[in-house]
């Protein structure tokens, strides 16, 4: 997608006179904020709170991962459960559907206007104004093209704070720049963003790559524990609630299992589980050139990416990798008939 047409594929004038006549914004994204969500929310905060320092601007997100909270604003972050408060404008950011908005969907559904800015596949579009990209690699990265533009709203100036956000997010997302949503574009964003003298390699090890004890325990245990299955195409491994009180950790600190499993030699496709708090299952999907995942875990309840998704889903261990390693194997023996025609 080129620069230009973010803006064509919204009601320029709609969106803003949205902003500019709001006194009162709520920004938001997805349950367990990831690096694009958070980096998301708080570089439009910051650009926000830069343009229009009016006007207020209050954050709502789950409680974020320890290494993003060097980012700027993501002291104002707030947690609590707001119903009564009717925001003129509420954004939300990285999130494909509303229910994923957690306890911003109260927010999101009472305020005066709303907009969705996203670029998961499966985004059907809400709110009075809604940019998805599927195209892009990071929400960051639609943002900051709306953001440059300038005359959607503000001057377009981005301050380095909100730089430094943007990057993060575009980091995340592309796995430090190699998953498969690594575009031209993409790298010329992250390029642009580097030019406002980022500490990049301080951005890339602290907030991915650097790991607690107890991340690296677990990701042992995971490691250790996971089964091929489908003939060695397809991975899979689960943490249970029981190990997470063994370890003293907490689902976060499983951020990286399933970038581990995916890369096995002969697999095409990895899926992690962990166990939540209610009994049920989160469960992330990758997978290389054959398998859209994004339509298994929409057919689960989730969404997400071609190549990357993921659900919450109710049942037995057993019977949840056994129905999506079905849902996998089809695909695959699908696209190895079509390449038996070739
Ligand atoms: P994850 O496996 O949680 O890292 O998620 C991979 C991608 O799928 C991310 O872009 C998520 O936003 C998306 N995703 C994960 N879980 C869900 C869900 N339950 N519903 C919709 N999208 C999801
Ligand atoms: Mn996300
Ligand atoms: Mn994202």
Redesign the pocket.
């Known amino acids: 997608m080129n620069r230009t047409s973010y803006v064509t594929m919204l009601n320029e004038r709609t969106f803003s006179n949205c902003v500019e006549s709001a006194n009162t914004i709520a920004i938001s994204g997805?349950i367990r904020p990831?690096g694009?969500?958070v980096g998301s929310c708080l570089g439009l905060c910051t650009y926000l709170l830069d343009q229009y320092p009016d006007k207020q601007v209050d954050v709502y997100l789950d409680e974020i991962p320890a290494e993003f909270l060097f980012l700027k604003n993501s002291d104002r972050i707030r947690q609590e459960n707001v119903d009564q408060i009717r925001y003129d404008l509420c954004i939300s950011l990285?999130c494909s559907d509303l229910e994923r908005l957690n306890r911003a969907n109260v927010i999101f559904k009472e305020a005066i206007h709303t907009v969705n800015i996203d670029h998961h596949i499966t985004n059907e579009g809400f709110g009075d104004v809604s940019v998805v990209c599927p195209e892009s690699s990071a929400t960051c990265e639609v943002l900051y093209h709306l953001l440059k533009q300038g005359q959607l709203f503000g001057n377009g100036e981005i301050s380095f704070e909100c730089a430094e956000a943007l990057y993060t997010g575009i980091v995340h997302?592309t796995g430090v720049f190699k998953h498969s949503n690594t575009t031209l574009e993409a790298m010329t964003t992250a390029g642009e963003l580097i030019e406002y003298g980022l500490n990049t390699e301080k951005i890339i090890n602290d907030t991915f790559f650097k790991k607690t004890y107890i991340q690296n325990q677990i990701l042992g245990k995971a490691l250790l524990e996971s089964m091929m299955i489908l003939d060695g195409r397809m991975i899979f491994s689960v943490v249970y609630q029981k190990d997470f009180r063994l370890f003293e950790a907490t689902p976060a600190d499983t951020n990286g299992v399933i970038d581990q499993l995916r890369i096995t030699d002969g697999v095409h496709v990895a899926m992690f589980l962990y166990e939540t708090e209610t009994g049920d299952f989160k469960v992330s999907l990758r997978s290389d050139e054959y398998v859209d995942v994004s339509v298994i875990a929409k057919e689960f309840g989730g969404g997400g990416h071609i190549r990357a998704a993921g659900c919450t889903t109710h049942g037995q261990m057993r019977d949840i990798v056994t129905n999506i390693a079905g849902r996998v194997e089809d695909q695959l023996d699908a696209a190895m008939d079509e390449i038996d025609l070739q």
Do not use: F, T, V
Request: charged share 65%; aromatic share 0%; proline share 0%.
């Open positions: 997805h990831d694009d969500c990285d997302d």
